[in-house]
């Protein structure tokens, strides 16, 4: 068996150990595990002192009783707070929609890249790899620089400060220093800009969404082809104003809900 295949393997059977321990509310043994699941107990023992480490299960030394711990709950926060923020921000986006006549985008921001939860094809559909679900490194979307943005100083110093960045387009910002510049850049205006940065000819302003706190939650982004801004069909202008309305209505129903 190939390491890729054994990996595929370990992680089928951490699943699989999930969703029976999560059948028990009180617990569940290691011999009432062992046998539900047809693994050897060596290899079972490995995955749940895993699973325990990184904190997916807990164990009672007391009892000897295995319990789902605080990570799927936090995963499970996670995905409620994005279907949330996914209903509703989508009458705002569709709103963008409306004035601008664009490819309108919702993302978040997973350590150092960008996953797109929403997205609303514009009246001119423009041939974007931004499907929802997809990912893509936030430091070459205007989407993603609104969002990094957001981190503090010393976390985008501690990830980017001396790197060299890939590079896409010859748009592409490769180094970490000049990235580290850009975003403060952003922080300071409040809205990123992708200039074909990783598809070239495609123009994308992006805007970030805030919560009650003030802290970023997630961006929004209008991608247009860059003819449209070179011929006046539309400026960039004209987006940042759209994009900042329908973002503070969006934290505005946020802090509501």
């Known amino acids: 068996m190939t390491k890729d295949m054994q990996s ?9 150990i999930l969703e029976v321990v999560a059948r028990y509310r009180e617990g569940v043994s290691f011999v009432e595990l062992s046998s539900q699941l047809p693994y050897p107990k060596s290899s079972l023992h490995g995955l749940l002192q895993t699973t325990i480490g990184m904190r997916w299960l807990i164990f009672d030394p007391d009892r000897r009783l295995y319990s789902i711990g605080v990570k799927p ?4 926060q996670s995905f409620l707070r994005s279907r949330e923020l996914i209903v509703r921000s989508r009458r705002f986006l569709r709103a963008a929609i409306d004035e601008l006549g ?25 041939r974007l790899v931004s499907n ?4 893509l490194p936030a430091y070459v979307t205007g989407i993603g620089k609104a969002l990094l943005a957001g981190l503090g100083d010393d976390v985008l110093v501690s990830r980017f400060a001396g790197t060299t960045l890939k590079r896409y387009t010859r748009a592409t910002i490769t180094s970490g220093d ?6 403060k850049g952003v922080r300071s205006v409040g ?3 992708d200039d074909g940065e990783y598809t070239h000819g495609v123009f994308c302003v992006a805007v970030p969404i805030v919560d009650h706190a003030g802290d970023v939650v997630a961006a929004m982004s209008c991608s247009v082809p860059k003819a449209h801004i070179e011929l006046g069909e ?12 329908q973002a503070h209505s969006i934290s505005e129903a946020l802090r509501n809900c």
């Open 132 to 135: 929802i679900g997809s990912r």
């Open 178 to 183: 000049l990235l580290i510049e850009v975003l």
């Open 8 to 16: 595929v393997k370990s992680a089928q059977r951490t699943l699989e």
């Open 73 to 76: 709950w936090e995963v499970g």
């Open 102 to 126: 664009e490819t309108i985008q919702l993302g978040i921001l997973d350590d150092l890249d960008i996953i797109y939860i929403d997205k609303i094809e514009g009246t001119r559909p423009l």
């Open 234 to 245: 539309l400026t960039s202008e004209q987006i940042i104003s759209v994009l900042r309305r």
């Open 191 to 193: 809205y990123a800009i």
